[in-house]
């Protein structure tokens, strides 16, 4: 049973930073990936990793801005990210796919594992 615990949210000013990790025991997918939920809005895709191989994949409203990376020896993704907005305030879960193919990295629905979820706020 793949488990997955993020940490790194917090209160930041728009133009701040965070780094968000996601520790994975238990087993690793062949993506993990970050999404966002905002009060009110549907859960969205924010940035996937392929474990093997490192191939990354963004949302255009975070392009420039936020980069994910992965430290295999930790099983650990991280998500990098600069020049925060307002709008980015949200709630952020890691996710993994097991057996996700390409054409589902940037779907909710082609991940099977979540994590509990760190807040992000960002204050104007």
């Known amino acids: 049973q793949v488990q997955l615990v993020e940490s790194g949210g917090g209160l930041v000013q728009a133009g701040g930073s965070l780094r968000l990790s996601c520790v994975a025991s238990?087993?690793?997918?062949?993506?993990m990936a970050w999404f966002r939920q905002a009060p009110g809005k549907e859960r969205e895709f924010v940035s996937a990793?392929?474990?093997?191989?490192?191939?990354?994949y963004y949302a255009d409203s975070v392009k420039g801005r936020f980069a994910i990376s992965k430290d295999s020896a930790k099983n650990t993704v991280y998500l990098q990210m600069d020049s925060l907005k307002p709008e980015d305030t949200a709630v952020y879960y890691c996710?993994?796919?097991?057996?996700?193919?390409?054409?589902?990295?940037?779907?909710?629905?082609?991940?099977?594992?979540w994590g509990q979820g760190t807040q992000v706020t960002v204050s104007s």
């Open positions: 996710a993994a796919g097991l057996g996700t193919i390409l054409s589902m990295a940037t779907n909710s629905r082609g991940y099977g594992h």
């Open positions: 990793i392929r474990w093997n191989g490192g191939h990354t």
């Open positions: 238990g087993g690793i997918g062949r993506y």
